[in-house]
């Protein structure tokens, strides 16, 4: 049942598209999940994707466009007239996927499509979900849900779930309202079948419901769902009145998306591209960090040059920066993932940052007499100068205390003022630890020389 | 109705502890739930814990202990007599949950645990379930579902549904089976609840179902859940019968453990730990890739100690070092995460491995002209040396194409032997970038100072 792309399945559906054989297109993609179609999309030129698309049924082919990548639906969307987006595309489609959609439009073009939706209450939804930050949970949420009357018994409520329920996709639960909309429960599909009928909603229903404000950042609303195993999640608003409801699918791409974009940041890209993506869009996201790593590199080459005098009397001084470096990078790093990735999960736990540094100095202390006692051994047996000996040494330990503390303390200052603590990572950490690497250790060779030399 | 861990609310629950006060106790914790409970054990000792522990419910405390995280878990459970994990732990927990605690113990404990389970059925599902590798589907599954025949009508599917539905949690999906349990299809329970008591099951259930086979590796399992955005996916064996189902809540975990996983291998991390763990555990987890950085660095130095001649008669040489290794580092990097990335997220398209690396010799060609050129500019303008300006910006272009190509091919090798890709991030990366790039630069310098010096 499943679906696997292969390079001879698109040559054979570019051959029929060449061919304008509508019938062998179709034929290979009709029984295909819409998420199968939008991932075909992908490897064709938009020529070829507009082909198939006018061949799919209405409802397959606004499916297939709600799970298309942002930047093929823009593409997709640019030439089609607002009137063709309301009726073909948005019409049928949940709340939450149609406000996505609108939402990539300029403000003008929304107001367009939006007058040329008929059903009111559907663009009356829209007009709701556009007004909250994409990032919270009333930009994730869906306003299509079945709510009952705490009042109301099973029968009763059975019948009314009957109404509401036909035009949803998936539904898991039901939601339990007052007269005034106030959340007031949760009833599982699985216990409205098993209950008798005459059972009241308000004693069968299970009240300790765990909802989010349509405020709540997406972030915690995925550590939410994470946390206590849901697969739906009712949003209220600030007086409790039950607004919509979340889906764990939504949840699950938040997730990803939160741990592909600290990947990225760790990795020095800063825009979410694909290895698909074209040489400029990805010269593009790579080109930022890049820069600045290489301004860190010339401070660096600023920091050596003041030691010039030392490195003409002793040049294999430069034997060790490498490794200095290269240490306190990855000192840097391994402390300040454990911190962001700590935020991220929301388990660094009740301890105090006060605590977590002193710990970090505890590790740095434990790692640095290791690592040092090890260089220390080694040099005694190979180098010919005991100042260098000492001096790599003596600076590996301090790179890693130095690293260790500034990998741990940026990533907790930027959170405590609400910056990204995932920007402490990869390039920022690696240069600025070898900025201060390489002094620590030029500075240490420069006053053994004095002292010794 | 959600609970927030604060630093008061341990000091007052470990002050109840310390009375011995039962009463004041279960006050605090009573009506939370069992992952807030689970959460609490993280920041209490081992005796605290467990004076907790014993004041629960039965199936409260078997489903803390489920969602303890398995160290905890451990050091919980090694004290217990097996009679009591049976029959107080085991009871009444799900198949998948059980097998998973079961697994953890020696194979001797484990036969003197399932000898005390009563229950033949599910003891009989936990060994079935123990026999699968823990990262595939079977792994994942649980055995517990709602199976109805094709044959029935919708009234008989309903009365045998409440019997087997009675002691499950969630029940979104019943699976519909043939007379030998060959899957043959799904039905919701919604579309249970609006259709008619007389339709055949035959007619009413969605035949397009999405399954998976028990050996499907989990992160598969992930991405097609993801992918079809699936809240429950049925797991069949080699011959087509139904052995089980996984729900979205696993799968949530397995994401985050692979997107974590990744994050870690990327900073150097040996193990799973968090900012909690003990000094001597986080110790452990970081020792190793600092070892071999640092034997990296080692041989970095013996590679420069080949240049002594140059470098004592033109100490500037050293200045940029660390931009060369920086540089390769970074773009090594970020070459690498792309692809690790594209590889987890089965994103990386039908383009050939071959393609890829042409693709990236462009992007190193654009990257590596634009910065050498910015730092040759600069160094023009500032250094007095012309053979270190040439230097830097051949070394700078050569190193940025060598740590591109280097990042983008040894992870597509390693995925084709099936060894993790995410091995090839991080210090392994810089490491390697590090050695090449002193060796590229210097020996161009030596070069130059044998040409024009």
Redesign the interface.
């Given at each position: 049942?499943?679906f696997e792309?292969?390079?001879e399945f698109?040559d054979s559906l570019c051959e029929a598209i060449e061919l304008k054989d509508e019938k062998a297109t179709l034929d290979l993609i009709e029984?295909l999940?819409a998420?199968d179609i939008a991932e075909i999309y992908?490897?064709l030129d938009i020529d070829e994707a507009k082909f198939i698309h006018l061949l799919l049924e209405d409802e397959k082919s606004s499916d297939v466009l709600v799970e298309l990548e942002d930047d093929v639906r823009e593409k997709f969307l640019q030439s089609m007239p607002s009137m063709e987006i309301a009726k073909k595309i948005i019409y049928g489609i949940d709340s939450d996927d149609a406000a996505d959609i609108i939402g990539t439009f300029s403000d003008e073009k929304q107001q367009e499509i939006l007058t040329h939706i008929d059903d009111i209450v559907q663009a009356g939804d829209i007009v709701d979900l556009l007004n909250y930050d994409e990032d919270s949970a009333g930009g994730l949420m869906a306003k299509e849900l079945v709510a009952v009357n705490e009042n109301w018994n099973i029968t009763k409520s059975?019948r009314e779930?009957?109404k509401q329920?036909?035009e949803?996709d998936?539904?898991?639960f039901v939601y339990v309202t007052d007269d005034d909309n106030i959340l007031k429960g949760t009833l599982?599909?699985?216990k409205?079948?098993?209950l008798s009928e005459s059972i009241n909603i308000k004693t069968a229903c299970n009240k300790?419901?765990?909802?989010v404000n349509v405020e709540t950042p997406s972030e915690e609303v995925a550590n939410?769902?994470?946390?206590?195993?849901?697969?739906a999640l009712p949003v209220i608003d600030s007086i409790g009145r039950l607004v919509g409801r979340i889906?764990?699918?939504d949840?699950?791409?938040v997730?990803?998306e939160e741990?592909?974009k600290?990947?990225?940041m760790?990795?020095?890209?800063s825009e979410d591209?694909?290895?698909?993506d074209n040489?400029l869009v990805?010269?593009r996201a790579?080109?930022p960090?890049?820069?600045i790593?290489?301004f860190?590199?010339?401070l660096?080459?600023?920091v050596?040059?003041q030691f010039?005098g030392e490195?003409?009397f002793l040049?294999?001084?430069?034997?060790?920066?490498?490794?200095?470096?290269?240490?306190g990078?990855?000192?840097g790093?391994?402390s300040?993932?454990?911190?962001i990735?700590?935020l991220a999960?929301n388990?660094?736990?009740?301890?105090?940052p006060f605590k977590?540094l002193i710990?970090e100095f505890?590790?740095a202390l434990?790692?640095g007499s290791?690592?040092s006692t090890?260089?220390l051994v080694?040099n005694l047996l190979t180098s010919d100068s005991y100042i260098i000996t000492i001096a790599v040494s003596i600076a590996l330990f301090s790179v890693i205390l130095f690293a260790t503390l500034f990998g741990t303390f940026v990533p907790l200052i930027l959170d405590r003022f609400k910056i990204d603590p995932a920007l402490a990572?990869?390039?920022f950490i690696?240069?600025v630890d070898?900025?201060s690497?390489?002094f620590i250790y030029l500075a240490i060779c420069k006053l053994l020389l004095g002292v010794l030399g």
């Open positions: 049942m499943r792309l292969t390079k698109i029984k999940h998420a992908d490897e059975l779930m009957r329920a036909e949803l998936d539904v898991f599982s599909l699985k409205l079948l098993l300790e419901v765990i909802s939410i769902m994470d946390k206590y195993d849901l697969v889906t764990i699918d949840v699950v791409d997730i990803r741990a592909g600290d990947y990225q760790m990795s020095g890209i591209i694909e290895s698909t040489v990805q010269t790579r080109m960090w890049l820069i790593a290489m860190g590199g010339i660096s080459s600023r050596i040059y010039t490195l003409s040049p294999q001084m430069a034997m060790f920066i490498p490794m200095i470096t290269g240490m990078g990855n000192v790093i391994q300040s993932a454990i911190i990735q700590g999960n388990s660094l736990g009740i301890e105090s977590k710990k505890l590790i434990v790692n290791i690592l090890i260089i080694f990572t990869g390039p690696t240069t070898d900025i690497g390489v």
